[in-house]
Nanobody
Framework: QVQLVESGGGLVQAGGSLRVSCTASGSIFTINAMGWYRQAPGKQREWVATITRVGNTNYADSVKGRFTISRDNAKNTVNLQMNNLKPEDTAVYYC?????????WGQGTQVTVSS
């Protein structure tokens, strides 16, 4: 069974940086595009960024130019480097497959940006 474990969140001031990581078990990681998602309090989960197996990336307009997604296929890890963070980036961040077929969501990692 595929498991996703997110880590690296924390509290940071506006303008600061954080890097969150996701480790996936199983072979699904190497054959799928992976994505980062986030859910702010009282809001629906939203897509943040996607990276294909060969490294092509795509970003939501709200994070473009500030966030960078990367992956290490050998380590089954996908990362999200977040720079110039804003209070509106505060959310629980999750990783999952980028396609319509999702695996069970992990526990996520909390990112809090203070103003």
């Amino acid at each position: 069974q595929v498991q996703l474990v997110e880590s690296g969140g924390g509290l940071v001031q506006a303008g600061g940086s954080l890097r969150v990581s996701c480790t996936a078990s199983g072979s699904i990681f190497t054959i799928n595009a992976m994505g980062w998602y986030r859910q702010a309090p009282g809001k629906q989960r939203e897509w943040v960024a996607t990276i294909t197996r060969v490294g092509n990336t795509n970003y939501a307009d709200s994070v473009k130019g500030r966030f960078t997604i990367s992956r290490d296929n050998a380590k089954n890890t996908v990362n999200l480097q977040m720079n110039n963070l804003k209070p509106e980036d505060t959310a629980v961040y999750y990783c999952n497959t980028a396609g319509a077929l999702k695996v069970d969501w992990g526990q996520g990692t909390q990112v809090t940006v203070s103003s």
